[in-house]
T-cell receptor
Framework: GAVVSQHPSRVICKSGTSVKIECRSL??????MFWYRQFPKQSLMLMAT?????????EQGVEKDKFLINHASLTLSTLTVTSAHPEDSSFYIC?????????????FGSGTRLTVV | GESVGLHLPTLSVQEGDNSIINCAYS??????FIWYKQESGKGPQFIID?????DKRQGQRVTVLLNKTVKHLSLQIAATQPGDSAVYFC???????????FGAGTRLFVKA
């Protein structure tokens, strides 16, 4: 089945620094990937839709200059949290679709736990 | 705005019993619904889906029911096992869209 890999799984960074999270589709090409954020004991909130070769589409309330998304190839999307602050600490999850199979092949990555200290 | 929510945030069941997790959605334009299972520290895992032109779909030990009249979804898990303990989310997608919007989640505890 479709596999989506996220890296790193955990990261701790200092306040004010930037952190890059990678999302890779390992055995399929994904023109569209999605980035979610999940705070403890809460649901997944969609942050943005990452489109290969074009600008990402951000959900209302998500700062595009703070959460930079790059989707330079059909198998890789990156989310960079710029000038991170403690309130950015969260679980970040990406998803991608192979377009076939159950759920249209939508698969989620295993998530990245970001802690800003 | 559109939202997908749940009635019960926590559900505790005895091993071997059946579990029923409920979800209410507000966007009548949604035409595709999914149930996900999320274990601690992991991404969501697909369980079962249903299109809006159906009212019931069965999988292995799981059944999803859709009532469009009252905009209600439910997930039934038969013979609940300890490995079923997790948080369960319903999610929706709208017509022609690819964005998946998640509900609030229900934590299922299975007592041995």
């Amino acid at each position: 089945g479709a596999v989506v890999s996220q890296h790193p799984s955990r990261v701790i960074c200092k306040s004010g620094t930037s952190v890059k999270i990678e999302c890779r589709s390992l055995d399929f090409q994904a023109t569209t990937m999605f980035w979610y954020r999940q705070f403890p004991k809460q649901s997944l909130m969609l942050m943005a839709t990452s489109n290969e070769g074009s600008k990402a589409t951000y959900e209302q309330g998500v700062e595009k200059d703070k959460f930079l998304i790059n989707h330079a190839s059909l198998t890789l999307s990156t989310l960079t949290v710029t000038s991170a602050h403690p309130e950015d600490s969260s679980f970040y999850i990406c998803s991608a679709s192979s377009g076939t199979g159950d759920n249209y092949g939508y698969t989620f990555g295993s998530g990245t736990r970001l802690t800003v200290v | 705005g559109e939202s997908v929510g749940l009635h019960l945030p926590t559900l505790s069941v005895q091993e071997g019993d059946n579990s029923i997790i409920n979800c209410a959605y507000s966007n009548s334009a949604s035409d595709y619904f999914i149930w996900y299972k999320q274990e601690s520290g992991k991404g969501p895992q697909f369980i079962i889906d249903i299109r809006s032109n159906m009212d019931k779909r069965q999988g292995q030990r799981v059944t999803v029911l859709l009532n469009k009249t009252v905009k209600h979804l439910s997930l039934q898990i038969a013979a609940t096992q300890p490995g079923d303990s997790a948080v369960y989310f319903c999610a929706e997608r709208g017509t022609g869209g690819f964005k998946t919007i998640f509900g609030a989640g229900t934590r299922l505890f299975v007592k041995a």
